[in-house]
């Protein structure tokens, strides 16, 4: 069942999807169509899940559902991961390489390779203050408090 992610509770589970390039408004508009076409029908055990999305920065997608009413399972997981991949496949991006990093540059949003990313900081052309996404948060909560931070204050410090 497709609700508003405001109405979400705090512990609420979630994926952040990040695209290795910026989706086109068109395609972006399209995801937005798609998203609650596929929630609104997402079950586990033949049960609804209670379950939300944001799309943000034409390269983020966030899928969050309510566990306390009913958990996603492997099955309904399963689901979720293939609706991803037919949305990479549609538009020709990796949503799923977890080896990427995703950072802001003023006001662009700026995607690297890890790898990348390392020798940025090494060469101090990103640094602690350096703006970053913490695609790990794991509830609505975390999301709202810790997905946007200073690189100090998530995984990514450990380059610095």
């Not at 979400?8 to 798609?34: C, H, M, V």
């Not at 200073?150 to 995984?155: L, N, Q, Y």
Request: hydrophobic share 40%.
């Amino acid at each position: 069942m497709f609700v508003p992610f405001e109405s979400l509770p705090e512990e609420s589970k979630i994926w952040i999807y990040q695209s290795n390039r910026k989706f086109s408004d068109a395609e972006f508009e399209e995801i937005n169509t798609a998203l609650p076409l596929f929630l609104e029908n997402w079950a586990a055990h033949g049960k609804s899940l209670e379950a939300s999305y944001q799309l943000k920065y034409n390269r983020f997608i966030i899928i969050a559902v309510n566990q306390e009413n009913q958990a996603a399972t492997g099955c309904s997981i399963d689901a979720s991961v293939n609706f991803i991949q037919s949305l990479e496949q549609k538009y020709n991006v990796d949503l799923l390489d977890k080896m990427n990093v995703t950072f802001k540059v003023g006001d662009h949003v700026a995607h690297k390779q890890l790898i990348d990313f390392k020798k940025m900081a090494k060469e101090k052309a990103v640094t602690e203050n350096t703006i970053v996404f913490n695609n790990l948060v794991n509830t609505v909560l975390e999301f709202n408090e810790s997905w946007e931070v200073s690189a100090m204050d998530s995984w990514h410090s450990r380059f610095f």
